[in-house]
Each structure stands twice: as structure tokens, then as C-alpha cells.
Nanobody, 122 residues
Framework: QVQLVESGGGLVQAGDSLRLSCAAS????????MGWFRQPTGKEREFVAR????????YYADSVKGRFTISRDNAKNTVSLQMNSLKPEDTAVYYC???????????????WGQGTQVTVSS
């Protein structure tokens, strides 16, 4: 069992930065692939980034590549998303999630946080 709690969202201006954090509970956190997803109002939830248990494999959505950085600290049971050069189209509720496998498909993620709102004004 893994419980996830996101923090760090807020209201910023275009071009600003934010750092989201996700605190996980559960002894097996280090064995899970961790992902960040986002859901703009009225739209479907979409993949943002994922990182495997060792941190050795990282993937980003094309829309955030070069601007966002995912990282994890297995000793502290946390995963973070550093978001730079934010754009209004980054506005969404951001969720962290955990998958026991590689996490290449959304339905592999069986644990989700409650989400944190990120709003980027133009």
C-alpha cells in the first residue's frame, strides 16, 4: 500500500518556476515507478513525466521537455517536479502516482495523490 500527498502548487505568472513535491508512505516506495500527471479543467488527465525506481530511466511529455525536471529521493520517500518557464497552458491539477512496473501506460498506476492546483497567468 502506498499513500501519496502532493504539495507546492499555486498561482504564478508566465515564465515563473514552481516545485511540486509528493510525499509517499509505505515501505515499498523505492520499488515503484513514480509519475506526474496533470488534468486541465474540462480535459482528460495527461502524462507529464515518470521516473523508475532507481532514477535510471526518465521520460517527459514533449510539451514539458526541457522545462520540467522529475527527481526522487528514496531515502526520504519523495518525488519532485521542478517546473521552469511555466506557460498558461501548464495550468492544471497535478497528480503524482505510483506504478509497480515501468509505468509506460496510465492504467499501470494504481496509487494516486489527491492533486495540487497549478495556475499560470499570462
Amino acid at each position: 500500500q502506498v499513500q501519496l500527498v502532493e504539495s507546492g502548487g499555486g498561482l504564478v505568472q508566465a515564465g515563473d518556476s514552481l516545485r511540486l513535491s509528493c510525499a509517499a508512505s509505505g515501505r515499498t516506495f523505492s520499488s515503484y515507478t513514480m509519475g506526474w500527471f496533470r488534468q486541465p479543467t474540462g480535459k482528460e488527465r495527461e502524462f507529464v513525466a515518470r521516473i523508475t525506481w532507481s532514477g535510471g530511466t526518465i521520460y517527459y511529455a514533449d510539451s514539458v521537455k526541457g522545462r520540467f525536471t522529475i527527481s526522487r529521493d528514496n531515502a526520504k520517500n519523495t518525488v519532485s517536479l521542478q517546473m521552469n518557464s511555466l506557460k498558461p497552458e501548464d495550468t492544471a491539477v497535478y497528480y503524482c502516482a505510483a506504478a509497480p512496473g515501468l509505468g509506460s501506460r496510465r492504467n499501470e498506476y494504481n496509487y494516486w495523490g489527491q492533486g495540487t492546483q497549478v495556475t499560470v497567468s499570462s
